[in-house]
């Protein structure tokens, strides 16, 4: 019996038949046995000829990239390991292959070289023919030996192989702080000043691991030695001038002594005790008052060149002070007693004094040779820049009062005008300004030197 839908749709029906048809065997009494789509093994078959459709256009797209690849990295290799290049080794044009070392060409060349010697961090020979094999520039450029012993030639260089150099032992390095030295410079001369003060080096100190040496290595901070310039006073613009000086004041003929040079309008100076200052602070003010110029001679008088580092110290400080105290003026401008003031001393003021003044004429007046006797030791010999040693304190000085006024009178015809110490030095051109002032001080920047240079 057809349905409805069959007797309504028979084009649909046979369509679904054909398209959905089984694929099987027909079994007794006309029964159907399926065993498969219809639709299938046809869909298989094709799928199979696809396939190996596709396998074969990889292959052939596959194998000339291959090909190509092995042809550029074969290219490669070659280019980078075997490529012949050309080069000038020692002046000479040579074709090599590309990445040759040193050693080898060396080797390939036949280029001889003879080593180095083993030094200590000073340059000392440990052991000769312990150094570096050879020495390379590259384009005139000198290379450190492991970075030529790793190189490769690259080709168009300019090569040079030639002796090995020094190689120096290990060494350990430390970084060091080095105070100034105290240096002179000058050897004889009536002044003494400080000319360079001194500021610390700090630097590397390299320690020779088997030699025990020792050398610089870099400097960080370049310092500068102290420097104490010794020398005789050369005025400037043919000046003639001299400087009367006065030691062992203030005392009991201070007050005469002011009075002749007022009467002659001279200018004189004082170089004073700090304990006599103490005990005659009036004194002390009228030199100051009458326009000469006071320095200090130490404090108690003791010869300098014997005495501890403190006691140089106390001796300038306490005389500075005293003086100070009773006139207002300030100086670190001193006499050493007796003239006694060698470089070691200088190294024990610690930088508080900045001038040493000695002399270049001796009156010997403390021997109270008579009157006409120091007119004479004072104006004989006498040049431009002279300074006359004469005594305020320390003895009897009725001679010298008396010898004064002559002195004057005989030098100033004989062309000199009188100045102080300030005023000498000033004229000459080469002592800076600081140190003619008598009152100059070390910079807080400075360094004092611990040893003598």
């Not at 550029?72 to 292959?97: C, D, E, I, K, Y």
């Not at 060396?106 to 200590?120: L, R």
């Not at 004889?188 to 088997?210: M, P, R």
């Not at 001038?241 to 001279?266: C, H, M, N």
Request: glycine share 10%; net charge negative.
């Amino acid at each position: 019996m057809t349905s409805n839908n069959e007797r309504r749709y028979p084009s649909e029906r046979k369509n679904k038949r054909e398209n959905t048809r089984d694929f099987g065997l027909v079994g007794k009494g006309g029964g159907f046995i399926p065993t498969g789509d219809a639709n299938a093994m046809p869909e298989g078959r094709e799928q199979g000829k696809r396939g190996s459709q596709g396998k074969r256009l990889v292959l052939r797209t596959l194998v000339p990239l291959l090909v190509l690849a092995a042809l550029l990295g074969g290219g490669f290799v070659w280019w980078t390991q075997f490529r012949p290049v050309q080069v000038t080794v020692n002046g000479t044009l040579q074709s090599v292959t590309v990445g040759t070392t040193i050693d080898q060409l060396k080797s390939d060349e036949d280029i001889q070289t003879s080593p180095g010697n083993y030094v200590s961090v000073s340059g000392n020979i440990l052991a000769e023919g312990g150094g570096y094999p050879y020495s390379v520039s590259v384009n005139d450029k000198d290379m450190d030996y492991d970075d030529a012993r790793t190189y490769k030639v690259a080709g168009g260089e300019r090569i040079t192989v030639s002796d090995g150099g020094d190689r120096t032992e290990p060494y350990t390095t430390e970084t060091v702080n080095q105070p100034p030295k105290l240096l002179m410079d000058g050897n004889v001369g009536a002044i003494n000043y400080i000319s360079q003060w001194g500021s610390t080096t700090v630097k590397d100190v390299l320690t020779g691991q088997e030699s025990g040496e020792q050398v610089d290595g870099t400097v960080y901070e370049q310092g500068q030695d102290c420097v104490v310039t010794v020398k005789d006073v050369q005025p400037s613009d043919d000046q003639k001038l001299v400087a009367l000086t006065f030691d062992d004041g203030p005392s009991e003929y201070t007050s005469q002594y002011l009075q002749i040079l007022q009467d002659k309008g001279v200018e004189a100076t004082f170089f004073c005790l700090g304990k006599e200052v103490d005990a005659r602070p009036d004194e002390a003010k009228a030199i100051v008052d009458a326009g000469c110029q006071i320095c200090s001679h130490s404090y108690d008088h003791p010869d300098l060149r014997y005495a501890e580092p403190q006691t140089v110290v106390d001796e300038l400080t306490s005389s500075f002070s005293s003086i100070e105290n009773a006139t207002g003026e300030k100086t670190t401008t001193f006499r050493p007693p007796y003239g006694s003031f060698t470089q070691r001393t200088w190294l024990a003021t610690q930088g508080v004094a900045t001038a040493a003044v000695r002399w270049d004429i001796d009156t010997e007046d403390w021997k109270q040779p008579g009157v006409d006797q120091i007119v004479s030791a004072a104006c004989s010999n006498v040049h431009s820049g002279s300074i006359i040693l004469m005594h305020d304190g320390g003895g009897p000085r009725d001679q010298d009062v008396e010898a004064l006024p002559q002195i004057i009178d005989t030098l100033q015809s004989q062309g000199y005008t009188f100045v102080t110490i300030s005023e000498l030095l000033a004229s000459d051109d080469s002592i800076p300004d600081d140190v003619a002032s008598c009152n100059s001080t070390m910079p807080e920047s400075a360094v004092w030197p611990d040893e003598i240079g």
